[in-house]
């Protein structure tokens, strides 16, 4: 298979997965670029508010047209890794060419390891896109399949969503107790977030994909406020269950055969791993090797199911 085609099957999984409940994609976003702090720190700094909002983005759109939401049931396909990398870029350079230099830098001097990560050196919208793009390539080890092995969900078209949502929560719950999360403060999409938004995809279908359609504020909005109260409901109630109860379902729903929780904790953590790896490579191919947002979805998504094929994300 070609690399286009390849991509495309690729966009299909991603643009299909929902594989991590919204804690686990705050936790990616917090270990990726908080620089140690707890989790607990870095959702209570709102520093990080548009880091983890942007974590939360994707789902908005994909969760709505999942549950056909009024004002957000066909968005989906902003679910999109190509279209992340399209953002960043395009984040990169919203405020001008000076601050595009120097952020560019900082972000490669951290991925080269010269530097720690400071959230305070990027603007809001640098921190949106890489919240976005964080979690987009961290659902790639959930349901990327290669040479008959699966990730840790199984593989999108062939999903089974109920009993995959409860493992998700399951999952929820152990990150949020085993990182000792009480509460979850609210988080706000600003107007100039949602602009930017608009202009992002505005310069993806002129300058990447002309058949991709870009939104308005009112979608966004729409999108957001409906994840909003699910993602309320859902985060509240992984934060009080049961550990006996998650501890026993994430053996339940394990997809690769686990007989306790150690087998079953030992998966989730190599996915996560896998995940975390996933986004930094994204990055370093992006950033790093100036590759284009398609190319670099491509070689990262190459290079997941290599460590899948070795048995090292599940």
């Known amino acids: ?16 997965s929902l594989t991590w409940g919204p804690l686990s994609h ?12 707890t989790m607990s720190d870095c959702l209570d700094d709102p520093g990080y508010q548009q880091l983890i909002i942007g974590s939360d983005a994707p789902d908005s759109y994909y969760f709505g047209s999942f549950s056909n939401l009024p004002g957000c049931d066909s968005y989906a396909y902003m679910h999109d890794p190509v279209f992340a990398g399209s953002q960043l870029l395009f984040a990169l350079n919203y405020n001008g060419a000076n601050e595009s230099l120097t952020q560019t830098k900082k972000l490669r001097d951290w991925l080269a390891g010269r530097s720690n990560f400071n959230i305070n050196d990027y603007n809001p919208y640098v921190q949106y896109s890489l919240g976005y793009g964080s979690h987009i390539f961290s ?20 999903t089974i969503w109920i009993p995959t949502w409860q493992y998700m929560i399951a999952i929820d719950s152990y990150v949020a107790q085993n990182n000792s999360l009480t509460d979850i403060p609210p988080f706000v999409t ?42 309320g409901n859902v985060t509240a109630n992984s934060i009080e269950f049961p550990k006996a109860g998650y501890e026993y379902q994430m053996v339940f729903y394990d997809t690769h055969n686990a007989d306790n929780f150690d087998e079953a904790l030992e998966h989730v953590t190599k996915s996560m791993t896998c995940g975390i790896e996933s986004v930094n490579y994204w990055l370093n191919e992006l950033l790093n090797n100036n590759e284009s947002p398609l190319t670099a979805t491509v070689e990262t998504t190459t290079y997941l199911t290599k460590l899948l094929l070795r048995n090292q994300c599940v």
């Open 139 to 158: 659902d790639l080890p959930g349901f990327t399949a290669a040479g008959g092995k699966y990730g840790l969900f199984g593989i999108g078209p062939e």
């Open 190 to 231: 600003y107007l100039d977030i949602e602009n930017f938004v608009v202009d992002a995809t505005k310069n993806y279908q002129e300058n990447g994909n002309p058949g991709f359609q870009p939104v308005n504020n009112t979608i966004i909005r729409d999108c957001s406020s409906n994840w909003s109260r699910t993602v």
């Open 1 to 16: 298979m070609n690399k286009v085609g390849f991509l495309l099957v690729v966009v299909c999984f991603v643009q299909l």
């Open 26 to 37: 705050y936790y990616f976003s917090c270990n990726i670029f908080d620089g140690g702090n």
